[in-house]
């Protein structure tokens, strides 16, 4: 029997995961896409934590901005991502850990 997760429960773990992203492996990263896939849910901003090539987590990536660009270099692939800079780009190094209840 395949136990089946609410988009709710998943949306859940996605969000657990990229809260500690920079702990992850690519290994983790492949499978929260798939979770986050099959549920529809989007991942927006948060893509850019990690590197869309080799899937790592970026963790000191080499950070240009350039006019509106901002480009991020992968230290593990040297792949090279670039998107429109704006500052809602929260990039969540400083492991936020929110408390509730
Ligand atoms: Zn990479």
Redesign the pocket.
Known sequence: MKKKMSKAEAKMEVDEFLRHIKFRDPEGVKKILRLANSHNIKLGDDRKLF?K??L?PYKHPKIVIKNEFIRMT?E??G?ESRWRFKWSIKIKSHSEVEECC
């Open positions: 590197c090539k080799c790592s992968c593990k692939c792949h």
